[in-house]
Structures are given as C-alpha cells and as structure tokens.
C-alpha cells in the first residue's frame, strides 16, 4: 500500500505539471492598439486653463491651475515667466527658456479647426527640449477650443515643429 500511496502521488505531481505547462488554453497574442491613451481630469481644471510645468522629479508635466478669463497669449506669456515662487520653492520648474524681457505682443497664438492651434514665439524653437514642447502643446492643446483637445505646432524664428499631440505619460 505504502509503493501504490508512492506511485499516486508522484502520478498526481506528474500530471499537474503537465497541467501547468498546458496552461488554461489561452494563446499568446501580439500588442493589440486599442485607440488613444485616457485623458487626465485635473482637479480645478474646470475653472479656468492649466499651464504644464516641470515635476520636481524633473521628467514630467505638473499642472498648474489658472482663473478662467486668460486668454491664449496671456497663456504663453505665463508659460514663459515660469513657475510662481511658491510652486518654485516646491520643486517646480520649467524647460522653457525665460527670455529677461518679453513682449507679449510678440507671441501668437492662432487656430484652424483644419491645422489646430500653432503658438508662434519671437526666438529659435528647434533646439527646445522634448519636455519644453510638451509644456507649450499640453497648455494650448486643452485651453484655446474648450472641452477639445487640439493639435499644436510649435513655430519659432528657425522653424515649427509639430503638429503634436499632448502626452502627460511621460
């Protein structure tokens, strides 16, 4: 009895293994797209644009809430100034250049409901980092049409880059 208890067991263990390198059936498949990635409610948003700093992390987006009633230059210029001293003091940044004196009437921004929006800035866009991009296109892309998310290019005294669209993963 003891050899047959022996012989059970070790057909037992036998066959679970078999059953676990069966596995459930399911075959493996390849990536499957599944459209756009989710959009990001940021709490506050509803009350007025949202400008994108650098995290104190340094390799993403940080929202920043603003009161409605900004328009879409007022956005860049904002943009541009940077972050306030306080969210300063918390580790936010930003990737944009700060030029020393700006002239608000020398940043542009239009829409198409064709192209999107293009921001237009008064100095060489081409060598803007990636994160610097997605401030400008994360901040536009949501403010200028409402309850849409558009399309932005980046156009500089060099060139324009884009259109792009925004993407918070990063």
Known sequence: MTRTKALSAAAAAALAGMLLLVGCG????????????ATVQVPGATSGPVLYF????????????L?????????LTALL???TN???EAGITTALPTPAELNPDQLAVE????????????FAVSR????????????????????????????GTDTSLGPAQCDLKG
């Open 54 to 65: 650098v995290s104190a992390e340094g390799s993403r987006l940080a929202p920043y809430p």
């Open 26 to 37: 399911i075959k493996p498949t390849g990536v499957i797209d599944s459209g756009d990635a």
């Open 67 to 75: 009161l409605a009633g900004v328009d879409s230059s007022q956005l």
């Open 128 to 155: 803007l980092s990636e994160l610097a991009r997605r401030q400008v296109v994360c901040t536009l892309a949501f403010a200028v049409v409402p309850g849409t998310i558009s399309p932005v290019t980046v156009t």
């Open 81 to 83: 100034a940077g972050p």
């Open 111 to 122: 829409y198409s409901p064709t192209d999107g929006v293009t921001a237009r800035f008064p």
């Open 86 to 88: 306080t969210a300063r």
